[in-house]
């Protein structure tokens, strides 16, 4: 089996019986999940879906992972690798094979992106021109012989995905989303300015406030608390699709976990001295203060990779998790990657192997399938993947731009102007989403579930979402929690 497993070039799934044991693998980064657990008898059962498991075997709160639930509440964490938010149901981790026994699990890692350690001597100009060509090479593979869709926005991510796809002679259209509400946060003129210079048709989807949350139904999902607020949009563009005849859809997920990574400290710890003092002169308008700035840029990702229990003691939840749960939450931000290894790879390692990819890829594709559109992400195929992990994260941001690398391979594809804007953070459209519906968000800051069971203070986060409401910050830390409320009325 292992061997079998070593040998697969692409991300796979395997799922066999043998006798009584059960072997399931994933792939390397958990685009298609698995779950596992076993019956009143003992016996190990698999599935893709935790919500057909939960059909077998109906949970009760005390069923929940109080680690992963404390790290959602204050932190929109999702489960560790190998856990979902319940005791008794368990994730095959990415890039792992397990045997499931009745009386015992074992675990092969068969990819691991710790083995994976940046080239230093790598430069930007060779960097940029491998990484164009890989991306060609590996978005052709995923091309099927029929017309497809590739999700468009004004970033790099989604951009390079279509122009991989017409170079490879794709016979593909690109969908974006005005948001006419909100103008600030409105990215189709730069998705309409990519499809222009590519020569791809342009399908808009009018993206309103109405289209997304539906904040009576919230926490829809029964496997998990974790929400996106733009996710509903989501039935609406798989209907659109499909009324295109569009069966397979292309997105630039999730580019943001491989090339978007702040230097400073690999800079620091490398003694790129020259080049740390530029990254900091650049970022410095960003900071009030240089204390501060040095403790944000160098300092805290030092601390966190190098002493993570002296770390996670000096650190503050949110301040409405529960006094009880503290401790939770401090144990499990004390869990690091280990010496060894420069403290912005370690978050990049960490970011490939955030569970919230499956988490999101699962949800995205069960959405798309309701009207018979797939779904594929080729930036998170394991050799772009591989290749991003090779990378120093000095050639990512000088801190003035992101994603140089990315950028400098797509510059003369992409027109300039997408090459050079700044990624558009979508925060207004969410906080008009969050405020036109505050009647019904502040109703679930009441005789809260989650107070019931110590995991909350109810009067202190209802109090913060009540400042948000107002107007007096836009902080939407709290918006986790909440999801986590809903989930737990509606299913527990």
């Known amino acids: ?64 992972n109080l680690s992963t639930v404390v790290g959602h509440i204050a932190g929109s964490y999702a489960p560790e690798p190998g856990s979902t938010f319940f005791k008794h149901i368990h994730a095959v981790a990415p890039g792992t094979a397990v045997a499931i026994e009745p009386e015992e699990v074992s675990t092969e890692t068969y990819w691991d992106p710790l083995r994976f350690r940046p080239n230093r001597l790598l430069r930007a100009e060779e960097a940029s021109r491998k990484l164009r060509d890989l991306l060609f090479e590996v978005i052709a593979d995923y091309v099927p012989d029929v017309r497809v869709a590739c999700t468009l926005s004004s970033g790099m991510d989604s951009s390079t995905v279509l122009a991989g796809l017409q170079h490879a002679g794709a016979d593909v259209i690109a969908v974006t989303w005005p948001t006419p509400e909100i103008s600030d946060t409105d ?25 997304l949350i539906d904040a009576d ?52 710890l490398s003694f790129r001295l020259v080049r740390l003092a530029r990254y900091l002169r650049n970022v410095s308008p960003k900071y009030p203060t ?29 301040s ?57 992400h080729p930036l998170m195929d394991r050799r772009i993947v591989e290749f991003a992990l090779s990378l120093p994260t000095w050639l990512l941001d000088d801190g003035q731009t992101d994603k140089l690398v990315l950028r400098d391979a797509m510059r003369g594809v992409l027109p300039d ?18 405020r036109d519906r505050s009647q019904a968000l502040m109703s679930l800051t009441k005789d ?43 299913w527990f």
Do not use: C
């Open 1 to 64: 089996m292992a061997a079998r497993l070593l040998r697969a070039s692409k991300p796979a799934r395997f799922l066999e019986n043998r006798d009584e044991t059960v072997v399931a693998a994933t792939d390397p980064l958990g685009l298609q999940p698995l779950y596992y657990t076993s019956t009143d008898r003992g016996e190990p059962v698999v599935n893709h879906s935790i919500e057909q498991l939960l059909e077998a075997h109906p949970p009760a709160v005390a069923d929940l």
């Open 290 to 318: 240089k204390t501060r700035m040095i403790r944000r840029e160098l300092l805290g990702p030092i601390a966190r990779q190098t002493l993570p229990r002296t770390w996670a003691r000096r650190q503050q939840p949110v």
């Open 417 to 434: 102007q997408v090459v050079e804007l700044e990624k558009i953070y979508p925060e207004r459209l969410a906080e008009k989403v969050l």
């Open 187 to 211: 990215e189709s003129r730069w998705a309409t300015l990519t499809a222009e210079k590519l020569g791809v048709p342009l399908i808009q989807i009018p993206m309103t406030t109405d289209d």
């Open 320 to 376: 409405w998790l529960h006094p009880d749960q503290h401790e939770v939450w401090r144990e499990r931000l004390r869990r690091s990657l280990g010496p060894g290894i420069l403290p912005g790879h370690a978050e990049r390692i960490a970011g490939v192997g955030d569970a919230t990819i499956s988490y999101q890829a699962e949800t995205l594709a069960y959405e798309m399938s309701k009207e018979g559109v797939e779904i594929r």
């Open 448 to 490: 809260m579930r989650a107070a019931d069971l110590k995991l909350v203070s109810e009067q202190e986060l209802s109090d913060y979402v009540s400042a948000f409401m107002r107007g007096e910050h836009d902080d939407a830390t709290w918006w986790s929690t909440l999801t986590l409320e809903d989930w737990l009325r509606r």
């Open 217 to 268: 139904a919230i926490a829809i999902r029964r496997a998990t608390p974790l929400v996106n607020i733009f996710g509903g949009i989501l039935p609406k563009t798989a209907k659109a699709l499909s009324q295109h005849g569009i069966g397979v859809t292309f997105t630039g997920f999730s580019g943001d976990h491989l090339f978007l990574m702040e230097p400073g400290p690999d800079l620091l």
